[in-house]
Nanobody, 123 residues
Framework: VQLVESGGGSVQPGGSLTLSCAVSGFTFSLSAMTWARQTPGQGLEWVSSIGSFSVGGLSATKLYADSVKGRFTISRDNSKNIVYLQMNSLKSEDTAVYYC????????????RGQGTQVTVSS
């Protein structure tokens, strides 16, 4: 199992970033995926999850932490084995290392994850 995050960086408050996570080593389309974040000295904080499949043409289920709801959008491209996190209206409190994790919101704390990508929001 391999997960590789990219797209992090430094941005001013109110700015936007899109994180990507390329995965391999498992059947991506059958796995829920999660983004979580961590700041120094703090535990892993769940950010968003997306379900493993769509039913009847509907989009896969997406869940968001209250702190990012309305600002972040999770999506996936099963043809490319990539999961994305579009982050808009970024705030200083969004500063963290962001991890892509195999699994859903109920297993993210123990699921395989990438090396993380740093997001810094500062003026």
């Amino acid at each position: 199992v391999q997960l590789v995050e990219s797209g992090g960086g430094s941005v001013q408050p109110g700015g936007s970033l899109t994180l990507s996570c390329a995965v391999s080593g498992f059947t991506f389309s059958l796995s829920a995926m999660t983004w979580a974040r961590q700041t120094p000295g703090q535990g892993l904080e769940w950010v968003s999850s997306i379900g493993s499949f769509s039913v009847g043409g509907l989009s896969a289920t997406k869940l968001y932490a209250d702190s990012v709801k309305g600002r972040f959008t999770i999506s996936r491209d099963n043809s490319k084995n990539i999961v994305y996190l579009q982050m808009n209206s970024l705030k200083s409190e969004d500063t963290a290392v962001y991890y892509c994790i195999k699994g859903g919101s109920n297993t993210f704390s123990t699921g395989p994850r990438g090396q993380g990508t740093q997001v810094t929001v500062s003026s």
